[in-house]
């Protein structure tokens, strides 16, 4: 039996990686933001534990709360998603909130949990998009999201070098039918994450630091 971490399991792909890994008879710890996430984090078999990854203070605990648990598999899907495009720039409200969930969230996360990972000889996925994938913008449409996305894989690639006994990963899903990819995306949330667990449990050390695709399919270029 494994030993799962999902930071972000209040809804959307952080509770599908929760039932999944829970059906696949893994002992999951979940964090959640409140009441709401927890009840369906608990009512899958989760062990729930209660941080905002957008409020500093609330992540700072995390690694107490953890108490020196090895962890075989973390995920960190907490994040949220920024319309707008250049054309106008972001508010500092908008700015600040995509940047502090996605980004600065993931770095505070990180360095209280790779130690824990790295003492399993585990895996760290870090759930990007592909919207941040420099290589192929097609447009600067939600222009605030993508730079968040394009900040977390480099803080993925540069914290690798710290947690040499880790394999820390950046994961595109795809276009997912979830809240914030919408009715019209081409992967159901299932289908996502089961290619996402199916990637994470085939990494080697030849992966490190890399942003694949959710199959596994490295991207060709940052």
Same mark, same amino acid.
């Given at each position: ?17 929760? @039932? ?5 008879? !893994? @002992? ?11 009840? @369906? ?14 409020? *500093? ?31 106008? *720039? ?25 130690? &824990? ?13 592909? /919207? ?29 070098? !710290?947690?040499?006994?880790?394999? &820390? ?10 809240? /914030? ?35 596994? @399919? ?5």
């Amino acid at each position: 039996m494994s030993v799962i971490l999902v930071i972000g399991a209040s809804r959307g792909l952080g509770l599908e990686f929760v @039932r999944q890994y829970v059906e696949a008879g !893994d @002992r999951v710890i979940a964090t959640v933001r409140d009441d709401a996430g927890r009840k @369906r984090a608990q009512a899958l078999g989760a062990q729930v534990l209660t941080v905002d990854v957008s409020q *500093p203070a609330s992540v700072s605990g995390l690694a107490w709360m953890l108490d020196g648990e090895e962890i075989d598999t973390a995920l960190y899907v907490a994040g949220v998603y920024a319309q707008g495009n250049a054309l106008g *720039p972001p508010t500092r409200e908008l700015f600040d909130r995509t940047m502090h969930t996605n980004v600065l969230g993931a770095m505070q996360v990180l360095p209280q949990v790779a130690p &824990l990972v790295e003492a399993a000889r585990g895996r760290f996925g870090f759930i990007s998009s592909g /919207m941040g994938h420099i290589g192929s913008v097609e447009s600067s449409d939600a222009w605030t999201y993508r730079v968040s996305k394009a900040a977390l894989n480099m803080a993925v690639a540069s914290a690798q070098h !710290d947690y040499p006994d880790a394999i &820390l990963v950046a994961l595109s899903p795809g276009w997912v039918r979830t809240d /914030m990819g919408g009715a019209n995306a081409t992967l159901g949330a299932a289908q996502s994450v089961a290619a996402m667990r199916a990637t994470l449990a085939a990494l080697t050390p030849a992966h490190k630091g890399q942003f694949l695709h959710h199959d596994g @399919r490295p991207f060709a270029s940052w």
